[in-house]
Structures are given as structure tokens and as C-alpha cells.
């Protein structure tokens, strides 16, 4: 069991896994309904966390799944291979694809998650993250966080992939400005 998370932990996790969730929904009583499940399901397989991660990690990555299952079974994209982007502008962040660069993944910082950097980095990437807005915070975690393609995007918010590009771009800007003056 998860013994050594206090209810004042889980009601933190829980809070945040709301804010992203309406995030992408655009729907309390849904996203309401999909973090509740997510804690459902990762109590009743409490027995696969193997303590890789941390337990907000993994409880997460339920909740990442059960949002990537909602689009698809609401039938709202097709899948097809990511599309490029072509960005010029050299960037700290991430590549020229608009992709984590290797050295700041969230999977490398996940690795040292018991240190204080980790932990910081986190807090300061989602205050960093509150700052845009609500329409590019959106689209950044679809891109980054639930890793779907472009023209999964372009189906879900109603964009021409031109402006899907053009909001990933802004939104990695904004985010990079931020983050090298707070880190």
C-alpha cells in the first residue's frame, strides 16, 4: 500500500490532476469523473506500482491515459504520423522539432526526483505554465504531455495546422522566457 502519502498529499495530487484535466477537457464534471477513476484504478492495481517513480508520477500517467482513451473513444482525431514543424529560432528547451530537448525531459528529471532541483523545476514549469494563456497551456500539454500528433491537435481544438504551429511556437517562447529567468 501506499502508506507514506498523507491525505494532505493525496488532496494536493488530486487538486492538480483537476487543474489539468479541465485543462484539457474543457469540462469540470468530466475531468471530475476521469480523476476519480484514475485514482480508482491505481487503488485497485495498487499492487503494479513498483515505486519506479513517484507515486504522483504514476498516478499521472493513469490519468494521462484515461484522457488519451476519452478522445479516442469519442472518436474526435485520426492517427496519422506526427508532422514536422520547422522552426528556425534556436531554442534552450527544446529541439527543432518543438520536442523537449534530451537534456531537459521530464523523463531524465524524473531520474532524480528525490533531489530538490527536480521537485523546483517542476514548480516553477507549472507556475511558468499558468502564465500562458489558457489556449496555449492547452495545446503545449496535448503536444508534450499527452504526446499527441499534430493532427490529432488539429482535430480536438478546431486549428489549421498552421495555426497549431504558430501556438506551440508562442507558447514554447513564453515558456522558455520564463523558465531562464526564474531557473
Known sequence: MVNHISEKELTVIRQQMLKFAE??????????????ESFLSAFKHIDRFKREAAFKTWIFAILKNKIIDYFRQKGRFVLESEMIEEDDSPNTFFDEAGHWNLAFTPSNLQE???????????LIFETCLTCLPSQQARIF???????????????ETQLSTSNLHTTLYRARLQLQHCLSQKL
Open 23 to 36: 485543462l484539457q477537457l474543457h469540462n469540470h464534471e468530466l475531468a471530475e469523473d476521469l480523476v476519480q
Open 112 to 122: 532524480y526526483e528525490e533531489k530538490v532541483y527536480a521537485e523546483e523545476f517542476w
Open 141 to 155: 500539454m496535448m503536444r508534450e504531455f499527452l504526446e499527441l500528433s499534430s493532427d490529432e491537435i488539429c482535430e
